[in-house]
C-alpha cells in the first residue's frame, strides 16, 4: 500500500523567511496530493493541492510542487507570518479511490515574529 | 448546509463499553471515510465508503465497524473499547477529490 513520508517533523523560521515542507510517497499510481493546514484543537482544513498532470501550482504565498519521477512534492510558503505557525500534513490520493487519502506525519511549523 | 457534522465532541468510555460515533454530511459527497489522530502519527484511515452500501477497510479498521445505508450518514462504531483507541476521530467527505473535515471527536478509553 501507499507510504507517506514527511520532514521536517518540526519547522521554525524568522517572520518573513520563506518555509519548505518536504514529502514523499511510495505508491507510482497515486494521482493527487492535498496539504492540509491544522491549528491547535480545530480539524484540518485544505490549503492547496496538485494532481500527477502537473508539475507545480500556486495560491497567494502558498505554492506547491510535484516530481512525480522521484515521488516527491514539497509545500513552500513565502513571506511567512506569525499565523501561519500550525501542524501542516501532506497526503497522496492512491488512484481511483478519492475518498481515501494517506498522511504524512505532520510538520510543526513556528513562525516567530 | 453544515458541511461534516460529527457528535459527541467529547466521549469517556469504559474498557470494553461499546458506542457508536455519528457523522452526517449535507453535501451529498459520495465518498465518506474516518480518520484517527495520534500524537507524532498524522491522520491514519480506518474505514472509508465511495457510496450507500459500499465500504471497505483502510489502514488501521481493526476494533472498529461501519456502514454506509445513506448517503448523508457514515457512522463509526466501536463494538469493545480498549484504550489503545484513546484518539481523536475525523470523519470526512470527499468529492472530486477534495476531502473536507469535521469537527473531530475527542474519545477517551480509560
Known amino acids: 500500500g501507499e507510504n507517506v513520508e514527511q520532514h521536517p517533523s518540526t519547522l521554525s523560521v524568522q517572520e518573513g523567511d520563506s518555509a519548505v515542507i518536504k514529502c514523499t510517497y511510495s505508491d507510482s499510481a497515486s494521482n493527487y496530493f492535498p496539504w492540509y493546514k491544522q491549528e491547535l484543537g480545530k480539524r484540518p482544513q485544505l490549503i492547496i493541492d496538485i494532481r500527477s498532470n502537473v508539475g507545480e501550482k500556486k495560491d497567494q504565498r502558498i505554492a506547491v510542487t510535484l516530481n512525480k519521477t522521484a515521488k516527491h512534492f514539497s509545500l513552500h510558503i513565502t513571506e511567512t507570518q506569525p499565523e501561519d505557525s500550525a501542524v501542516y500534513f501532506c497526503?497522496?490520493?492512491?488512484?481511483?479511490?478519492?475518498?481515501?487519502?494517506?498522511f504524512g506525519q505532520g510538520t510543526t511549523l513556528q513562525v516567530k515574529p | 448546509n453544515a458541511g461534516v457534522t460529527q457528535t459527541p465532541k467529547f466521549q469517556v468510555l469504559k474498557t470494553g463499553q461499546s458506542m457508536t460515533l455519528q457523522c452526517a454530511q449535507d453535501m451529498n459527497h459520495e465518498y465518506m471515510s474516518w480518520y484517527r489522530q495520534d500524537p507524532g502519527m498524522g491522520l491514519r484511515l480506518i474505514h472509508y465508503s465511495v457510496g450507500a452500501g459500499i465500504t471497505d477497510q483502510g489502514e488501521v479498521p481493526n476494533g472498529y465497524n461501519v456502514s454506509r445505508s445513506t448517503t448523508e450518514d457514515f457512522p463509526l462504531r466501536l463494538l469493545s473499547a480498549a484504550p489503545s483507541q484513546t484518539s481523536v476521530y475525523f470523519c470526512?467527505?470527499?468529492?472530486?477529490?477534495?476531502?473536507?473535515f469535521g469537527q473531530g471527536t475527542r474519545l477517551t478509553v480509560v
Open positions: 470526512a467527505s470527499s468529492l472530486q477529490t477534495k476531502t473536507f
Open positions: 497526503a497522496a490520493s492512491p488512484s481511483g479511490n478519492t475518498g481515501k487519502l494517506i
